[in-house]
Every structure is written in structure tokens, then in C-alpha cells.
């Protein structure tokens, strides 16, 4: 939650400095969800990118949930298709990995839905607040308290616990690599390609390295 408030602000800051209306903000914030691709598509948004730049790059930052949604499968499979719908929306990276540190898939645990779900409102509801502020109070906030920062160390705390695994730590360093060197590149290309060389080093490391090397 320390984390996603100035995230939050943040975004509903960009939403509007990206053009939208009060109530167009609101609305991507509800139904879209997704901070990191927001953050990502809004400069698009203000650069009048092709819509398919836009469609690209969103997919790019998001196709993580692809990962969660095979790990979490299991867990939930048994689960009604509104259930399944509801936890696939409500999805955040923190509480994705306080679930799957804390539950194993062949646990029998019948509670692990509302453990998810209790926890993912919590964050759908801190997000939610933060956006509104930097929605309707965002001029009101001082640019020196940096927002943008803090909501970067944010998104290093959730990463960093991540890298227990060389192909993860070889796959983050080459992709922070390319977005340092291509962060001027138009239309954000340069986030796509390094989202690219991350998952092509990490498939390498993960394939050439034997397993016994890659831990540590």
C-alpha cells in the first residue's frame, strides 16, 4: 500500500496532464486497471502515436499476467467463471506474490480465493483512492515531493524479491540495459525493445546454463 498510493497519484496525474476529462480518467482508472500500462501509453496518448503503438506497447508491459494467470491456475481452476473473472481483474502484482510465497498448488486449502480476493481489494481500493486524488487534487500537489520517484522505488521493491534465479537477474539486467539506452527512442519503442532483450537473455541464460549453475 506505500507503494501504490504515489503510483496511483501519479497515474490519475498523467491521465489528466494526457488530455482526458475528469470523468474519462475516472473511467480508464475503473476499467482499465493497470498502472504500468497506463503510465506507459498515456505519453503515447499526448504524442498521437498510431493506436497500434498504443495497442502494443500496453500488451508488451501486461504480458506478465500471462506468467500469474498460468502459476495461479491451478490454485483457482475449480472455481466458477465469475470467480475466475473477478480474481483475473482484481490482479496486482503485490498480492500476487504474497499468495504464491504462502500457498503451494497441490494445497487443499479451500480459502485461497478469499485470501486473494481480500487482499487484491485492498490494493483495487488504495489504487483507486491515490488515482482520485491525482485526478481531482493533482494541481494542488507540489512537484518537489517527486511522486514519480517514489512510485519507482515502489516497482523496485516488488521486483527486486523477484530475482532469486540467474536467467531473472541476467533477463532484468539486459532489459534495464536497452531502456537506458533506447530511453529516447520515439513512441516509447524503446520500452518495447527492451521488454524484448530481457525475455530473449532470459530464455538463453534458462536454456544454456545448467540448473545446478542458474540459482544464487
Not at 47 to 64: E, G, I, Q
Not at 135 to 164: C, D, K, N, R, Y
Request: charged share 10%; hydrophobic share 60%.
Amino acid at each position: 500500500m506505500v507503494g501504490i498510493v504515489p503510483w496511483g497519484v501519479v497515474a490519475g496525474v498523467a491521465m489528466v496532464g494526457a488530455g482526458l476529462t475528469k470523468g474519462q480518467a475516472v473511467a480508464m482508472s475503473l476499467l482499465v486497471f493497470a498502472g504500468s500500462a497506463q503510465l506507459a501509453v498515456l505519453p503515447l496518448l499526448i504524442a498521437k502515436a498510431p493506436l497500434w503503438v498504443m495497442y502494443a506497447t500496453a500488451l508488451a508491459v501486461n504480458l506478465r499476467y500471462v506468467i500469474y494467470s498460468a502459476v495461479l491456475a491451478p490454485h483457482f481452476e475449480h472455481l466458477s467463471r465469475p470467480w475466475r473473472a473477478l480474481l483475473s481483474y482484481i490482479m496486482v502484482d503485490g498480492v500476487f506474490a504474497l499468495f504464491v510465497g504462502r500457498y503451494r498448488p497441490d494445497e487443499a486449502r479451500d480459502h485461497k480465493h478469499w485470501f486473494f480476493l481480500g487482499g487484491s481489494l485492498v490494493m483495487w481500493t488504495g489504487w483507486q483512492l491515490a488515482s482520485m486524488v491525482g485526478i481531482f487534487a493533482g494541481s494542488l500537489i507540489p512537484q518537489s515531493w517527486s511522486l514519480e520517484f517514489a512510485a519507482t522505488l515502489a516497482l523496485i521493491a516488488v521486483l527486486v524479491p523477484l530475482l532469486h534465479d540467474r536467467a531473472i537477474v541476467c533477463a532484468a539486467l539486459a532489459a534495464g540495459g536497452v531502456a537506458l539506452a533506447a530511453s529516447k527512442w520515439p513512441l516509447n519503442l524503446g520500452l518495447l525493445a527492451a521488454i524484448a532483450v530481457g525475455v530473449v537473455v532470459g530464455l538463453v541464460v534458462a536454456r544454456t546454463v545448467p540448473l545446478k549453475g542458474r540459482s544464487g
